[in-house]
C-alpha cells in the first residue's frame, strides 16, 4: 500500500509549502468556479467569462509591473469589466457581442504593452508564461487571505441571490412578474463571475481561466437535472481536477526532460476536458428537440 | 366570499365591486408619438374566462404589460382587487414564447417551485409543506407525470402546463397569459384551454388570455375583450363579435359569419368613407355600461 502512494505522491509532497499553498489556492478556486460556472453557463454567458479572462491579463500583467501579487489586477480589471459591460448594455445582444469585443480589444492591446514590459524592464522573464498559464506552485502564502476573502465574497453573493438568479436565468420576464430587481440580481451575479475567472486566472492563468469556469459546470450539467446537484458535481469534479493536477505536475519534476516539472495548468485542463468527454459518452441522450413529443 | 352564480352587474352592486378582480379603466397608452392603446375599459370578475383577441400589432401584448405595472399608461388607471397603486401582487403572469434550455439543469418542480420563493433571498431549506404545494399545483394542472423531468426537454404543451403551475402557485386573483395557445399542435391547444377553463372556475380566478384565433376559445369564454387598432370593445362573445360592433370598431365593415360552431371576421367592401377617431365614437360595450 505504501509502495503505491509512494509512486502516487512523489518524496516531499506533502512537506512542500509551495504544494501547501497550490492545494489551498488551488481548492478555492475550483470551489468558487464550479458554483458560478453552472449559473455562467445557464444563464448563456460564457461570452462574459471569456471577455473577463482577457481583459484579466491586462490587470496580471499591470500587477506584475507594480510588484504587487496578481490577483489584485486579476480581480480589479474583470470586476471593473463586468460595471463596463453592465454599463453598455450586455441585455440586448447585439450590442453586447460589438461592445465586449472593443473593450477586449483594447485590454489585450495594453496588455501586450505591460507583459513587453514586464519581460524588458524587470528580471522576471516568466511573467508572461506566468499570468497566461499560472503558475501554482509559484504563488506566495501571503495571498492565501486575499483569495479567501474574494471566494467568500463570490460564494456570499450566489447565496443571497440563489433563487432570484434561477429564476432569472429561465426566463427575465418571470422574475419581472415576481417582482425581482432583475437588472441589479444580474450585475451580482456578473461580479461574482468576474471573481471566479479571477481566481481561477490565478490557479490555472488567465487564458486558461474559462476552462475551470465553464468545463466542470459544462460537464455537470450532463449529469443532473437539478441546479444545486449541478453545483455540487461542478465543485467535485473541479477539486478532483485540480488536486490531480497537482499531483501529477509535481511528479513530473523527475519525468523527461528531467528536473523541469510540467505545467500544473496543463494537467488540470487536460482532466477537465477528459471528464468532460466522458460524460458526454455517459449521456449522449440528455438532448432532446422540444417540438418533438407528446403534445 | 364563494359564489355559486354570476349575476347581472346591475343588480347586486356590492358583490360586484367586491368581486371584481380586474378593472381597466380608460387606459391610452402612446409609444414614441404612436397611439397604442385608446381609451380601453373593461372588467373581469373572480372565476371569469376571458379571452384578449387581436391581430399581431393590435396592442394585446401592451395591455397586458400596463396591467401587469411594466408599461405605464399615458391616461387612465387599471385597479387590481380594487387597489390602484402598489405592489401588484395576486397576479400570475405566463410570458409569451419562453425558450427553456434543454440543458438547463431545473426540473419542472423546480419551477413551479420558484413561482412560490423564487423572489426570496437566501438558500432554501427543505421544505414538506412547500413540497406539498408543488405537487399539489402539479396535479392541477396535469403535470405529475413529468414532473422530475428538465423543463427544456418537455414539449411545448407539458411546458405550457408547468408555467401555468408556476404563475397560479402563488394563489393570485388574476392570470394573465400572453399568447399561449401559439405554437402549439391543435390537440395541446384545447387541453391547455379546458385546463384554463377549469382552474378559473374551481380556484375562482379572473383568467385573460391573449389570441389571435377566437374559436379555440369560444366554447368556454365568458367575456371577449376584442383589440382592433388599439380601441377595445368587451361584453360576452354575442355581446361583441358582431357585424356592427366589429366594424365599428375596426373603422371599416366587417362581416362576421357563422360557419358550424366556428367564427370569421372577413373584411367587406366600405359601404360609405368612415372616419373613425372623435372621443365620444369609443365602441359598444356590455349592457350595463352608461
Known amino acids: ?295 | 366570499m364563494t359564489m355559486t352564480q354570476r349575476q347581472p352587474e346591475t343588480r347586486r352592486q356590492p358583490d360586484t365591486i367586491r368581486d371584481e378582480v380586474l378593472a381597466v379603466d380608460g387606459i391610452s397608452v402612446r409609444l414614441s408619438g404612436r397611439e397604442i392603446l385608446h381609451d380601453v375599459r373593461f372588467s373581469l370578475r373572480r372565476g371569469e374566462f376571458a379571452g384578449l383577441i387581436g391581430s399581431n400589432g393590435a396592442g394585446k401584448t401592451t395591455l397586458l404589460r400596463v396591467i401587469l405595472g411594466l408599461t405605464a399608461p399615458t391616461a387612465g388607471e387599471v385597479r387590481i382587487g380594487g387597489r390602484s397603486r402598489g405592489r401588484r401582487g395576486g397576479v400570475g403572469y405566463v410570458p409569451q414564447k419562453i425558450l427553456l434550455d434543454p440543458d438547463m439543469p431545473l426540473r419542472a418542480r423546480d419551477l413551479v417551485g420558484l413561482g412560490l420563493h423564487g423572489q426570496r433571498y437566501g438558500i432554501p431549506l427543505p421544505s414538506r409543506s412547500r413540497r406539498e404545494r408543488v405537487d399539489e399545483m402539479l396535479r392541477a394542472v396535469g403535470a405529475e407525470e413529468f414532473a422530475d423531468a428538465r423543463v427544456g426537454n418537455l414539449s411545448g404543451g407539458e411546458q405550457q402546463r408547468v408555467l401555468i403551475a408556476h404563475a397560479l402557485i402563488s394563489r393570485p386573483q388574476l392570470l394573465l397569459l400572453d399568447e399561449p395557445l401559439a405554437n402549439l399542435d391543435i390537440r395541446s391547444e384545447q387541453e391547455v384551454v379546458a385546463l384554463l377553463a377549469r382552474i378559473a372556475k374551481e380556484q375562482q380566478v379572473a383568467v385573460l388570455l391573449s389570441a389571435h384565433e377566437m374559436n379555440p376559445l369560444l366554447p368556454v369564454m365568458d367575456r371577449v375583450v376584442y383589440l382592433a387598432a388599439g380601441r377595445a370593445a368587451s361584453g360576452t362573445p354575442d355581446e361583441v363579435v358582431r357585424t356592427e360592433v366589429l366594424s365599428e370598431l375596426y373603422g371599416h365593415h366587417v362581416d362576421v359569419i357563422q360557419v358550424h360552431d366556428r367564427i370569421l371576421v372577413v373584411a367587406g367592401r366600405a359601404e360609405r368613407p368612415h372616419t373613425p377617431a372623435s372621443d365620444d365614437a369609443t365602441p359598444v360595450a356590455g349592457p350595463g355600461r352608461p
Open chain 1, 1 to 295: 500500500m505504501s509502495g503505491i502512494l509512494g509512486s502516487v505522491f512523489a518524496p516531499g509532497f506533502f512537506g512542500s509549502e509551495p504544494v501547501h499553498v497550490a492545494l489551498a489556492v488551488g481548492s478555492v478556486a475550483a470551489i468558487v468556479s464550479g458554483v458560478l460556472g453552472v449559473f455562467t453557463v445557464m444563464r448563456g454567458q460564457s461570452y462574459a467569462g471569456h471577455a473577463f479572462a482577457d481583459i484579466s491579463i491586462t490587470g496580471g500583467s499591470g500587477s506584475f509591473l507594480l510588484g504587487i501579487s496578481p490577483i489584485w489586477g486579476f480581480a480589479g480589471t474583470s470586476v471593473l469589466a463586468a460595471g463596463i459591460m453592465d454599463m453598455i448594455g450586455i441585455q440586448r445582444p447585439r450590442g453586447r457581442d460589438l461592445a465586449t469585443g472593443i473593450v477586449r480589444g483594447a485590454a489585450l492591446g495594453l496588455a501586450a504593452l505591460f507583459l513587453y514590459w514586464d519581460t524588458t524592464h524587470t528580471s522576471t522573464t516568466g511573467a508572461t508564461v506566468t499570468i497566461l498559464f499560472g503558475s501554482m506552485f509559484a504563488i506566495t502564502p501571503s495571498t492565501v487571505p486575499v483569495v479567501l476573502a474574494l471566494s467568500l465574497a463570490a460564494l456570499g453573493i450566489v447565496a443571497v441571490l440563489y433563487r432570484p438568479l434561477l429564476l432569472s436565468s429561465v426566463s427575465s420576464e418571470l422574475a419581472f412578474a415576481r417582482g425581482i430587481p432583475v437588472r441589479v440580481a444580474g450585475v451580482a451575479c456578473l461580479v461574482a463571475i468576474a471573481l471566479a475567472v479571477s481566481l481561477s486566472a490565478l490557479t490555472i492563468g488567465a487564458i486558461l481561466s474559462t476552462a475551470l469556469l465553464i468545463g466542470p459546470a459544462a460537464t455537470a450539467l450532463r449529469l443532473t437535472t437539478r441546479p444545486g446537484q449541478a453545483m455540487a458535481w461542478a465543485v467535485v469534479i473541479g477539486l478532483v481536477t485540480t488536486w490531480l493536477g497537482i499531483v501529477l505536475a509535481y511528479d513530473s519534476f523527475s519525468w523527461p526532460p528531467a528536473r523541469h516539472a510540467w505545467p500544473v495548468s496543463f494537467f488540470v485542463v487536460t482532466l477537465i476536458f477528459l471528464c468532460y468527454l466522458a460524460a458526454h459518452l455517459v449521456s449522449p441522450g440528455q438532448r432532446r428537440d422540444p417540438a418533438v413529443g407528446r403534445g
